[in-house]
């Protein structure tokens, strides 16, 4: 019911997210951050829970379960930074070139960073501040809109196996790890 939940809160600041217009004040996001925040701790403990469910028969396999799903949660999150910064970037290039910049203007926006996009295009050139947001918002957007659909195929698969395993009462079988029982 919770990992219901967290999915949930999740999409529905995906949602919010999504159609918010770039021009709000910064405290108006904050809201759907928190709401994103409910959704993601929630399923980031599920998982864990659910181990230890599965091996409360076995105690000497609770740590090294606990730790396999610690493992891949932070490689899958290490994994989807690398391709949503590479989507980001690929995205953000092609509409910056629609805004004509200069190469000049190009080069400072970019050496900028994140945090000085608006002060830097305020600065130099005030009249492209409309575009350039736009095309960092568009390059955002796409990475949130990619990686919701992504996330939303990959609840199906895990409903799927889920239910495809628990159909056929598949039961959870231990592995003997010579260091952990001496029963090996």
């Not at 403990?45 to 379960?65: A, F, H, I, N, Y």
């Not at 070139?97 to 996009?117: P, R, W």
């Not at 009462?169 to 001496?182: A, D, E, H, L």
């Amino acid at each position: 019911m919770v990992l219901s939940r967290s999915h949930i809160y999740v999409h529905l600041e995906r949602i919010v997210h999504n159609v918010h217009p770039v021009r709000h004040a910064r405290k108006s996001w904050v809201d759907f951050q928190v709401i994103q925040g409910f959704g993601t701790g929630w399923g980031m403990q599920m998982s864990s829970l659910r181990v230890q469910l599965e091996l409360k028969d076995t105690p000497t396999l609770v740590p090294v379960g606990i730790a396999l799903v610690m493992f891949i949660q932070y490689l899958g999150a290490t994994i989807i930074q690398v391709i949503a910064g590479t989507v980001f970037s690929s995205v953000l290039a092609s509409e910056l070139q629609k805004v004509e910049l200069t190469s000049m203007q190009h080069t400072a926006l970019l050496g900028a960073g994140i945090k000085g996009i608006r002060t830097e295009t305020e600065r130099h050139f005030p009249e492209l501040l409309g575009p350039i947001l736009e095309a960092y918002n568009t390059a955002i957007t796409t990475v949130f809109v990619s990686f919701d659909q992504g996330s939303n195929v990959s609840i199906s698969l895990l409903t799927y196996t889920y239910h495809s395993l628990f159909h056929w009462q598949v039961p959870w079988r231990g592995f003997c790890v010579p260091w952990v029982s001496s029963g090996c």
